[in-house]
């Protein structure tokens, strides 16, 4: 099962911040934060993971809170392309469990 | 980042058959996954596949039903037996990079069962 919880759906204006939460309150100390998401069709795709600390490529940052029960992926400038929908994982050792994920539109 | 190959990317079966999908990945690894992502749904893991050793399969998948191979580092195969409607879905190969722990997916086999 997955141990995250996400809204099933955002809505986000273009260019503008997108914000999407996460809560892992069931995590253990070994386990990391992956984000990925699936545009229409597609195989998912890796955007970030991170342990404790914040993190940040040059597709989004990942904001962790000090106690790692939940997390945030900022999308700093949504773009049209950015419509997908989003998924949190908590991931241990070995395989990647999917749950619901955010279903994030921007719109123009 | 690993790049990842499917074949095919769609097939369209009758009920009763087999097919067998391939996955390749352009560099060695370590770990390789199935996931089936059913019409509107997220991705469910259906087995994890090391090499030199047999495919763990997760609650409700058995390898009667899709048996796995994993001959060498960058390839698997996937197997979906006898099929059925209800195997109608989109099958995912997914690799666990071995330097960064990153796992990436390949784009997917559509498989229509009629």
């Known amino acids: 099962d997955a141990k995250t919880t996400q809204p099933p759906s955002m809505d986000c204006a273009e260019g503008r911040a997108a914000n999407l939460p996460c809560n892992h309150s069931?995590?253990?100390?070994?386990?990391?934060v992956y984000w990925y998401r699936q545009i229409h069709s597609q195989g998912p795709q890796y955007i970030i993971h991170g342990l404790k600390n914040n993190e940040t490529n040059e597709m989004a940052s990942l904001i962790i809170t000090e106690d790692r029960k939940s997390s945030t992926l900022i999308l700093p400038h949504a773009t049209l392309r950015d419509t997908a929908v989003y998924y949190c994982i908590v991931k241990g050792n070995n395989d990647m469990r999917f749950g619901a994920g955010t279903r994030l539109t921007v719109k123009p | 980042s690993a790049v990842i190959s499917q074949k095919p990317s769609r097939d369209i079966c009758q009920r009763g058959t087999s097919l067998t999908i391939q996955c390749q990945v352009d560099?060695?690894?370590?770990?390789m996954f199935w996931y089936r992502q059913q019409p509107g749904q997220s991705l469910t893991l259906i087995a994890t596949?090391?090499?030199?050793?047999?495919?763990?399969?997760e609650s409700g998948f058995v390898i009667d039903k899709f048996p796995i191979s994993r001959p060498n580092l960058t390839f698997s195969t996937l197997t979906v037996s006898n099929m059925s409607p209800e195997d109608s879905s989109i099958y995912l190969c997914?690799?666990?990079?071995?330097?960064?722990?990153?796992?990436?997916f390949g784009p997917g086999t559509r498989l229509t069962v009629t």
């Open positions: 997914s690799v666990e990079e071995t330097s960064s722990y990153e796992q990436y």
């Open positions: 069931t995590i253990s100390g070994n386990e990391y």
């Open positions: 560099s060695q690894v370590t770990m």
């Open positions: 596949a090391n090499q030199g050793s047999e495919a763990t399969y």
